[in-house]
């Protein structure tokens, strides 16, 4: 019937044929599993990021939160304006800084002679009253008046004694001539107020 001999090579051929087509399988199914760890990675890998930019925008949302926080607590307490540091001129200082007590105040008898108030150029020099350029502070005489030439950052002009009004035409850097436009001008009509200093 059939010989042991001639079987054997069949089964030995049909051995190696099945060892081919299952080395062929084990590359295919490496590259497989390869490609699934490779996606599984890269989904972990996003699901890590999106985690990441979630727990981020918490975090910014909080810190734009106690920003809101610190600007409204910042702000309570201010007014309005903002405080600006008095300049005093020194002519000014001593009608300001006059505490002297009289005898007549301190018996209770009302005084005769109030205080002097003070002038436009007063108030203005000492910030007490807005000035149209913000930083300039103009220069009084000692009755109170305006300096006929007023000056600032390096530009000087004339300007009325009596209100402060400047003269057009007479701006200049450096020195204007303003004593002899001002004398011309105070005869023909500009006149100052009697002013006891």
Same mark, same amino acid.
């Given at each position: 019937?059939? #010989?042991?001999?001639?079987?054997?090579?069949?089964?030995? %051929?049909? %051995?190696?044929?099945?060892?081919?087509?299952?080395?062929?399988?084990?590359?295919?199914?490496?590259?497989?599993?390869?490609?699934?760890?490779?996606?599984?990675?890269?989904?972990?890998?996003?699901?890590?990021?999106?985690?990441?930019?979630?727990?981020?925008? &918490? #975090?910014?949302?909080?810190?734009?939160?106690?920003? !809101?926080?610190?600007?409204?607590?910042?702000?309570?307490?201010?007014?309005? &304006?903002?405080?600006?540091?008095? /300049?005093?001129?020194?002519?000014?200082?001593?009608?300001?800084? #006059?505490?002297?007590?009289?005898?007549? *105040?301190?018996?209770?008898?009302?005084?005769? !002679?109030?205080?002097?108030?003070?002038?436009?150029?007063?108030?203005?020099? *000492?910030?007490?009253?807005?000035?149209?350029?913000?930083?300039?502070?103009?220069?009084? #005489?000692?009755?109170?008046?305006?300096?006929?030439?007023?000056?600032?950052?390096? /530009?000087?002009?004339?300007?009325?004694?009596? !209100?402060?009004?400047?003269?057009?035409?007479?701006?200049?850097?450096?020195?204007?001539?303003?004593?002899?436009?001002?004398?011309?001008?105070?005869?023909?009509?500009?006149?100052?107020?009697?002013?006891?200093?």
């Amino acid at each position: 019937m059939s #010989d042991p001999e001639t079987h054997t090579p069949l089964i030995g %051929a049909q %051995a190696a044929s099945v060892t081919s087509a299952q080395g062929g399988r084990s590359s295919r199914s490496y590259k497989v599993a390869g490609f699934t760890l490779l996606a599984c990675l890269l989904i972990a890998g996003q699901a890590m990021i999106a985690y990441f930019l979630l727990s981020q925008r &918490s #975090d910014i949302q909080s810190l734009e939160e106690q920003s !809101n926080n610190l600007k409204t607590e910042l702000t309570k307490g201010r007014s309005v &304006s903002v405080p600006m540091r008095m /300049h005093i001129p020194m002519n000014a200082l001593p009608v300001l800084m #006059d505490d002297s007590v009289d005898e007549e *105040a301190s018996t209770g008898v009302p005084e005769k !002679n109030a205080p002097p108030q003070l002038t436009d150029c007063q108030l203005e020099a *000492a910030g007490l009253k807005p000035v149209q350029v913000p930083g300039f502070r103009p220069s009084c #005489d000692e009755r109170g008046l305006y300096r006929a030439q007023q000056c600032y950052v390096g /530009h000087c002009w004339c300007v009325n004694p009596v !209100n402060g009004q400047s003269i057009p035409g007479t701006q200049s850097s450096g020195q204007a001539p303003c004593s002899a436009l001002l004398t011309g001008r105070l005869s023909k009509g500009l006149t100052q107020p009697d002013i006891v200093a």
